[in-house]
């Protein structure tokens, strides 16, 4: 089992930037894709960034594709989120998940574990 912890999360204005943190324990980290959800307000959990096992392949969708980078560093058992040119629209709750899959994954069903989210919000 994998636990994870999410950290980094506050209050941005329009355009700004914050780095998400997302700090895993249990069983070998670099044996799990790992990605990053967000759920806002009424709106149902969505896809935000998977990161493959060794690094080398990353997905976004296109509303945060060229704002937000993921990366992982598998010597510290930790997954980012950097997050850039903030919107109002990007206000939510961002979640930490670790997969199993051998692959990059960008659905809720392929994800195992979740950590217990951060708040993220952006002013207008």
């Known amino acids: 089992q994998v636990h994870t912890v999410e950290s980094g999360g506050g209050l941005v204005q329009t355009g700004g930037s914050l780095r998400l943190s997302c700090a895993a324990s249990?069983?070998?980290?670099?044996?799990?894709?790992m990605g990053w959800f967000r759920q806002a307000p009424g709106k149902e959990r969505e896809f935000v960034a998977t990161?493959?096992?060794?690094?080398?392949?990353?997905y976004y969708p296109d509303s945060v594709k060229g704002r937000f980078t993921i990366s992982r560093d598998n010597a510290k058992n930790t997954v980012y989120l950097q997050m850039n040119s903030l919107k109002p629209e990007d206000t939510a709750v961002y979640y930490c998940?670790?997969?199993?899959?051998?692959?990059?994954?960008?659905?809720?069903?392929?994800?195992?574990?979740w950590g217990q989210g951060t708040q993220v919000t952006v002013s207008s």
């Open positions: 990161i493959s096992r060794s690094g080398d392949s990353t």
């Open positions: 249990g069983r070998t980290f670099s044996d799990y894709t």
């Open positions: 998940a670790a997969s199993k899959v051998r692959r990059i994954a960008a659905m809720m069903n392929d994800y195992e574990y």
